[in-house]
């Protein structure tokens, strides 16, 4: 294989965890509600494929038990920003260190490691089926958004709740839908990382991967089409520092930065403006 | 009523917490009293215990009272991880590149650094915010890896000792170092990383209070913290105030440099906050934004610090991951107030 290919079908594994968790926060986000958690959803669901497909032996469970972790998760940050309006980038926070720990400790207790799960034998793992999902679901996430009316409601919900609200649209369970969409996607992408890509759980595995999705979701200013090519951009970058280590003169840490850098200079509208749901971030609150 | 009522709402996040806490122990096996008895025990021995305890809770304190003078101005700083790693590279450099120089200057200058490249760091994302509108919280997460990636890149490349097989960089220089506490304490030996940084964390405490309270900056700060569209009514100019914000806030997160640099490794070392910057917004939200309670938080978590190396050690199942469980937990809490208030506060204002 020539070293194009070669690159491009790592630049597409690479891309796929991204993918699933930036849709997740696209859902989120959309609604209205900030999604800085999408790092704690990945190590969530990562583990929890790892483990469940372990006692299960079969990756399908895995996965279905990760979608649910993810559901679960997200319902924490739902919870906390939606019912008891706190601030959603610190239940954000507060969500990824907590899974930080909670897999670590968890993987640690059962298997008597420092914080990773057993190896999985090569029979149980996933490694095409979440690449196939997160590409399909970026047409399906633009239909759902755009042609249907779950997705006028939650548009309507992020961007203007309080009309959305006149017309009769519950805006709570909106967004606590869009947020539980958002953790059973972020999870499947987390659940690649540890029955697909690899082949076990460990401690911190989806490193910053969270944030890059976050980076991709702005880059590609919340549509899921832009978003996808935001992914795969990053992920071409990654695949690239992958091929160069040790290989190339030019440091990989200046590859690595490549999605931060645009990232910023795309919020600071040098290169086109990227425009947030307005309500982004604003709990809502009823009228009487 | 008011001071009670702060002391108490922490108080009740931090107890719900550790009793979630103690949920998960029994979960993963262990028993909680023994667990908690390690976990809190371990920290208060003399001179150990209390020792380490302080040590870890001196970055702690820079890095809350980053997050909370940016809290102040209505900002969420989730960059103190990047300003500290920044702050703490350059000031490395700084004590490598002047290593000629006596104490009684190179100790000022790689100050003078770590404030400067960690006001810088916080400077950025503030400028983005009030001339372009760029939201603090993404630029802040960019910066935090660019800084590692960047002081990485260096280290590696340029400052690292030939054949040294970890990421660090060569020592600074001798006069750089400041004296460890062990040298003024009788009792308490030099073993101890514990250092000058300390007592310089509970002086700036002072001084952002004074700082906050007392002078027309601080107070216009605050203004535009309470309620940005008044204070610009008010002739405030905002986006002054959030740049000034945020460069301060970088500037103390950066100050972390001074124990971890100067008075503990002596050099730079790669991925050496123990996510410091994210642990002080758990320390400025639990402190409520106040200089005193940043102390006191810091103390609590530097102790869950320290005891969970024990907790590791000493218990069959239980990591030291319990630690960031219970900071995860605290946050939450802490951040869902509504859930304690509940019922009362809804009766109280009659909705």
Redesign the interface.
């Known amino acids: 294989m020539s070293i194009i290919l070669i690159l491009l079908s790592s630049a597409i594994r690479q891309a796929t965890p991204l993918l699933l968790a930036a849709l997740g926060g696209l859902f989120s986000e959309r609604s209205g509600v900030i999604n800085i958690a999408l790092e704690g959803l990945l190590l969530a669901g990562a583990f929890t494929a790892a483990t469940v497909t372990y006692y299960s032996g079969n990756p399908w469970v895995g996965l279905a038990a990760a979608v649910g972790a993810g559901v679960l998760v997200a319902l924490i940050h739902g919870v906390a920003c939606i019912q008891f309006k706190a601030d959603q980038v610190v239940s954000g926070t507060a969500i990824n260190i907590l899974f930080l720990g909670v897999p670590a400790l968890l993987s640690g207790a059962f298997f008597q490691s420092t914080g990773a799960t057993p190896q999985l034998p090569n029979g149980q793992l996933m490694p095409l089926v979440p690449i196939v999902l997160a590409f399909v679901l970026v047409p399906v996430t633009w239909y759902v958004l755009n042609r249907t009316p779950f997705g006028l409601r939650l548009r309507a919900v992020g961007e203007n709740p309080e009309a959305a609200d006149t017309a009769g649209v519950n805006v709570t369970r909106v967004r606590f839908a869009a947020v539980m969409v958002s953790g059973a996607l972020a999870a499947i992408g987390g659940a690649y990382l540890s029955i697909g890509q690899s082949s076990l759980f460990a401690r911190n595995m989806s490193a910053g991967r969270g944030f890059i999705a976050l980076a991709a979701l702005i880059f590609g200013k919340w549509r899921p089409v832009q978003t996808m090519l935001a992914c795969l951009l990053f992920g071409f970058a990654d695949a690239l520092s992958i091929q160069m280590q040790g290989v190339s003169q030019v440091p990989v840490q200046f590859i690595q930065i490549v999605p931060y850098v645009l990232t910023i200079v795309v919020l600071a509208g040098f290169i086109g403006q990227s425009r947030a749901p307005r309500a982004l971030g604003i709990p809502y609150q009823k009228k009487r | 009523m008011n001071a009670l009522r702060n002391l108490l709402f922490p108080l009740a996040a931090v107890a719900a917490a550790f009793a979630v806490g103690a949920v998960?122990v029994v979960a993963?096996?262990d028993s909680p009293l023994s667990t908690y008895t390690l976990l809190i025990g371990s920290a208060l021995t003399w001179p150990d215990g209390i020792g380490y305890t302080l040590f870890y809770a001196t970055p702690l304190i820079f890095t809350g009272l980053a997050v909370a003078v940016a809290f102040r101005c209505g900002l969420?700083n989730?960059g103190a991880e990047g300003q500290l790693y920044a702050a703490s590279f350059v000031t490395a450099w700084v004590g490598i590149t002047f290593a000629g120089l006596p104490a009684i200057l190179l100790v000022p200058l790689c100050f003078l650094a770590a404030l400067l490249a960690g006001g810088f760091w916080g400077a950025v994302p503030g400028v983005?915010k009030a001339?372009?509108?760029?939201?603090e919280?993404?630029?802040t997460?960019?910066?935090n890896?660019?800084a590692v990636?960047?002081a990485?890149?260096f280290t590696?490349?340029h400052y690292k000792p030939q054949g040294d097989p970890i990421l660090e960089t060569v020592p600074i220089g001798d006069g750089a170092h400041i004296a460890r506490l062990g040298k003024f304490i009788p009792g308490f030996p030099e073993r101890i990383p514990l250092n000058l940084a300390f007592p310089l964390a509970l002086i700036v405490c002072l001084l952002v209070y004074l700082f906050l309270w007392r002078t027309r900056w601080g107070y216009e700060i605050r203004a535009t913290g309470a309620n940005p569209a008044a204070a610009q009514y008010g002739g405030i100019a905002t986006g002054r105030q959030v740049v000034l914000a945020m460069s301060i806030s970088g500037a103390l997160a950066g100050m972390v440099a001074v124990n971890e640099v100067l008075g503990y490794r002596y050099r730079y070392y790669d991925g050496f906050s123990a996510?410091y910057g994210?642990t002080g917004?758990?320390v400025a939200?639990l402190g409520r934004n106040h200089p005193v309670g940043v102390i006191l938080a810091s103390l609590l978590f530097g102790a869950l610090l320290r005891g969970g190396l024990f907790v590791d050690i000493f218990t069959e199942?239980?990591?030291k991951?319990?630690?960031?469980?219970l900071?995860?937990?605290i946050?939450?809490f802490v951040?869902?107030?509504?859930?304690f208030r509940g019922r009362m506060g809804r009766r109280i204002k009659g909705?």
């Not at chain 2, 001339?131 to 939201?135: D, K, M, T, V």
């Not at chain 2, 991951?321 to 469980?325: G, I, S």
């Not at chain 2, 951040?335 to 859930?339: D, F, P, Q, T």
């Open positions: 998960v993963v096996g969420l989730i983005l001339r372009f509108g760029a939201h919280v993404i630029t997460i960019m910066m890896f660019i990636a960047v990485s890149y590696q490349y996510g994210f917004i758990a939200l199942h239980v990591s991951d319990l630690v960031m469980v900071q995860g937990i946050i939450l951040a869902a107030e509504a859930l909705v």
